[in-house]
């Protein structure tokens, strides 16, 4: 079994800064691309941002150059950096990864279960 688990959501002003964080853990070999997707009320999940095991990153470009991805291969965890945040960054934000399963040797897509990120003043 594999949970990805995410935090660091929360209430911030305009212009504040919030750092997320995605564990990934259970019977896992190896972690390919590892994302941070949103979904706003009344609107379609997104991609935010994309980092493969080997660093190379990809980010919406409505966060460019606000939004960092990094992640630390030996914990499992993939990180967002959020900075200069905007009232339309209000959303759920959810982890997901394509990872290799240790006992089967498959490749599965999970996702976690969202941290809310509200910026409100």
């Known amino acids: 079994q594999v949970q990805l688990v995410e935090s660091g959501g929360g209430l911030v002003q305009p212009g504040g800064s919030l750092r997320l964080s995605c564990a990934a853990s259970g019977n896992i070999f190896s972690i390919n691309t590892m994302n941070w997707y949103r979904q706003a009320p009344g609107k379609e999940r997104e991609l935010v941002a994309a980092?493969?095991?080997?660093?190379?990153?990809n980010y919406a470009d409505s966060v460019k150059g606000r939004f960092t991805i990094s992640r630390d291969n030996a914990k499992n965890t993939v990180y967002l950096q959020m900075n200069s945040l905007k009232s339309e960054d209000t959303a759920v934000y959810y982890c997901?990864?394509?990872?290799?399963?240790?006992?089967?040797?498959?490749?599965?897509?999970?996702w976690g279960q969202g941290t809310q990120v509200t910026v409100s003043s």
């Open positions: 997901n990864a394509d990872l290799i399963i240790a006992s089967t040797g498959r490749w599965f897509n999970y």
């Open positions: 980092i493969t095991s080997g660093g190379s990153t």
